[in-house]
């Protein structure tokens, strides 16, 4: 239908008393099922800007500098142990891993973590531009 | 906004019966930034003022700076006529409205502490598809190696997000303070922060403390901010079932807090605690050795 239409378009530039009868602008999609169906507007989400959370977050970040020195804000992170104050990509994270909680990691998650471990040295290191 | 939404409601009681172009829509949306028009803007207190100055500036300012000079306000009396004066030091509550520095520090406090738990697997940690489903040639089919291939309907994903992820990083330390002297500053400059001499209210209840907030047009939301760890029972109850009054102790201040909190309030020990730590960094040495290690001459 489409191309139809624009055959016609493209016949219409010939015979310019033909462009005025041809109003070939779709602007909707003509496709079969239209999976999302609504029957009105949905509802904003309401959020609660004031929880006990949202409003104390980002207190004692500064704990080092306002603090003596005493503690680190890398203290405050919550995280597993070999992510705390750790950046790095997947083969990092996997090895810190490893490294750190190894030992004390189920068999099955072990021997994927190494099988990852040894396929990321490999493409990091011996495919690709960069090694 | 409350004061907004008051005039809403009495704007449609009175036009329910006549249905006139003063109506308000009841979908209205209004920006969530507008100032309040009656709030007052009360001049910085002139050269010959009769009240004291309760308080000057420990440290040496600058030649060609002058300390800023604020009202000195108090919490016990609902009526809003200051007790005082104050001096601040320019180098804390007057530098430049460095947005950019506003921007990077409340950056890195919100994604230094993220840890994003997404986690995916991979067609080999996907249970079974070890078997070659059908034979690569003669059946027909698409030639395939396993079922749990990303091509598959239950296999795994290619290149989805792998295990728990950390966005951990530091800004310089000299950057994090300049950050916490330009919010301070531009909380000064905007009128939004407020000195009051202790935090005694006459009683715990949190109505009270709403009730002076709106008669003196301090704003939505208020942070006080006090030193030392124990403070009056009384204020700690009545910021203890509101919402958007919150009180923290001086080593908990930070720019994401300041950002959040319309209004601040911080006593006269809190100033010369923040002045004292913020000022130190302008005309410190270099660290040889993190600072939590003993130096001879830093407590």
Same mark, same amino acid.
């Given at each position: 239908?489409?191309?139809?239409?624009?055959?016609?378009?493209?016949?219409?530039?010939? +015979?310019?008393?033909?462009?005025?009868?041809?109003?070939?602008?779709?602007?909707?999609?003509?496709?079969?099922?239209?999976?999302?169906? #609504?029957?009105?507007?949905?509802?904003?989400?309401?959020?609660?800007?004031?929880?006990?959370?949202?409003?104390?977050?980002?207190?004692?970040?500064?704990?080092?500098?306002?603090?003596?020195?005493?503690?680190?804000?890398?203290?405050? !992170?919550?995280?597993? +142990?070999?992510?705390?104050?750790?950046?790095?990509?997947?083969?990092?994270?996997?090895?810190?891993?490893?490294?750190?909680?190894?030992?004390? #990691?189920?068999?099955?998650?072990?021997?994927?973590?190494?099988?990852? !471990?040894?396929?990321?040295?490999?493409?990091?290191?011996?495919?690709?531009?960069?090694? | 906004?409350?004061?907004?939404?008051?005039?809403?409601?009495?704007?449609?009681?009175?036009? %329910? %019966?006549?249905?006139?172009?003063?109506?308000?829509?009841?979908?209205?949306?209004?920006?969530?930034?507008?100032?309040?028009?009656?709030?007052?803007?009360?001049?910085?207190?002139?050269?010959?003022? %009769?009240?004291?100055?309760?308080?000057?500036?420990?440290?040496?300012?600058?030649?060609?700076?002058?300390?800023?000079?604020?009202?000195?306000?108090?919490?016990?009396?609902?009526?809003?006529?200051?007790?005082?004066?104050?001096?601040?030091?320019?180098?804390?509550?007057?530098?430049?409205?460095?947005?950019?520095?506003?921007?990077?520090?409340?950056?890195?406090?919100?994604?230094?502490?993220?840890? %994003?738990?997404?986690?995916?697997?991979?067609?080999?940690?996907?249970?079974?598809?070890?078997?070659?489903?059908?034979?690569?040639?003669?059946?027909?089919?698409?030639?395939?190696?396993?079922?749990?291939?990303?091509?598959?309907?239950?296999?795994?994903?290619?290149?989805?997000?792998?295990?728990?992820?950390?966005?951990?990083?530091?800004?310089?330390?000299?950057?994090?303070?300049?950050?916490?002297?330009?919010?301070?500053?531009?909380?000064?400059?905007?009128?939004?922060?407020?000195?009051?001499?202790?935090?005694?209210?006459?009683?715990?209840?949190?109505?009270?403390?709403?009730?002076?907030?709106?008669?003196?047009?301090?704003?939505?939301?208020?942070?006080?901010?006090?030193?030392?760890?124990?403070?009056?029972?009384?204020?700690?109850?009545?910021?203890?079932?509101?919402?958007?009054?919150?009180?923290?102790?001086?080593?908990?201040?930070?720019?994401?807090?300041?950002?959040?909190?319309?209004?601040?309030?911080?006593?006269?020990?809190?100033?010369?605690?923040?002045?004292?730590?913020?000022?130190?960094?302008?005309?410190?040495?270099?660290?040889?050795?993190?600072?939590?290690?003993?130096?001879?001459?830093?407590?």
């Amino acid at each position: 239908m489409a191309v139809l239409g624009g055959l016609l378009k493209a016949g219409a530039s010939f +015979c310019q008393s033909a462009a005025t009868l041809l109003h070939t602008a779709r602007t909707i999609s003509t496709g079969t099922c239209c999976q999302i169906r #609504m029957h009105a507007i949905p509802q904003l989400k309401k959020v609660d800007r004031w929880t006990e959370k949202r409003s104390m977050y980002g207190v004692y970040d500064n704990i080092g500098i306002l603090g003596d020195f005493k503690a680190h804000p890398k203290d405050l !992170i919550v995280a597993p +142990c070999w992510l705390k104050a750790f950046k790095g990509n997947e083969l990092q994270r996997l090895i810190r891993k490893k490294k750190m909680v190894g030992d004390r #990691m189920m068999t099955l998650d072990k021997h994927n973590l190494e099988k990852r !471990i040894r396929f990321l040295y490999r493409r990091f290191n011996r495919t690709g531009k960069h090694r | 906004d409350f004061k907004i939404s008051a005039n809403i409601v009495s704007l449609s009681k009175f036009a %329910s %019966s006549f249905p006139g172009e003063s109506a308000l829509p009841p979908n209205l949306l209004l920006p969530t930034n507008l100032v309040d028009p009656a709030r007052l803007r009360r001049p910085p207190p002139p050269a010959d003022c %009769s009240l004291p100055l309760l308080r000057k500036c420990d440290a040496v300012v600058p030649a060609h700076l002058s300390p800023v000079q604020t009202w000195v306000e108090t919490l016990a009396r609902l009526d809003g006529e200051p007790l005082g004066l104050a001096q601040l030091h320019p180098d804390v509550f007057a530098v430049h409205p460095r947005l950019d520095i506003l921007h990077e520090v409340e950056t890195w406090q919100r994604n230094y502490k993220r840890i %994003s738990h997404a986690s995916t697997k991979i067609r080999s940690e996907v249970r079974g598809g070890g078997r070659k489903p059908w034979k690569q040639k003669g059946s027909g089919r698409a030639r395939h190696g396993s079922i749990r291939s990303p091509l598959w309907k239950g296999g795994g994903v290619a290149n989805g997000p792998r295990g728990p992820t950390s966005y951990f990083y530091m800004l310089p330390m000299k950057v994090r303070v300049q950050g916490l002297k330009v919010a301070l500053s531009s909380k000064m400059a905007q009128q939004y922060l407020h000195i009051v001499d202790s935090l005694n209210i006459p009683s715990p209840d949190p109505q009270y403390l709403l009730d002076l907030i709106r008669h003196k047009h301090w704003g939505e939301s208020l942070l006080i901010v006090d030193v030392g760890e124990e403070f009056p029972e009384n204020i700690l109850q009545a910021t203890a079932s509101l919402k958007t009054v919150n009180i923290i102790p001086a080593i908990g201040l930070n720019v994401h807090s300041m950002l959040k909190h319309e209004a601040v309030v911080l006593t006269l020990e809190t100033i010369k605690f923040l002045e004292d730590k913020l000022l130190w960094h302008d005309q410190r040495y270099t660290p040889l050795y993190p600072f939590k290690l003993p130096y001879s001459d830093f407590p």
